[in-house]
């Protein structure tokens, strides 16, 4: 498929001709957390995890900031003996000319398709995960929204967010971009008529 077309097109070749949009890169997130596993409600399948953040950085093109102590977590939703979960993530950032960020993350993480985590999983359930995990190993995205007062981040509120994710040493990591047909052309204000 060529970055002007879409899968689409073939299937309903009356429609308009639609374009593949870029991805610019917003900023990378490094992050630690501190986990508590609250169990699977009455005894079922799925296991409530909350990773509290306990610090963390923002930086990006224009965009730098650190993650507000006590200011987040993820409260993860994760199916048991699969390694696969749900992430609904909420956290605030303070930028160093002192502004507020509000993000939330909603995503997923689970072993890549035939990865040797994945094999790992299948033969033994209560396999303990790396702590070290690539984009080699699992697929681990989500899907962010930020929100920002007025002043110098406003333009941050009319994006639409990716986060690519990967852990190293128990850290985590994330890759934000934002979708645009309008590549290399900084966002405009959200404001208000």
Known sequence: MSPTSSPGNGIFPNGPTMRQPSMSWLYRLECSTEDIELGAPHNGDTIRSIANIVRGSVKGSGIEGEILPLGGADWATVVKGTHSMTLD??????????????????????????TNYAKSVEEDPNFVPPATVSQDDVEFFSHLRIEAGPGPYNWLNGLVCLGVMCCEDEKIWIDAYYLTNFPGVKPENVVAR
């Open 89 to 114: 993530a909420r956290y605030t950032v303070r930028t160093s000319d002192n502004h507020y960020l509000y993000i939330r993350a909603h995503g997923l993480y689970r072993p890549g398709p035939g």
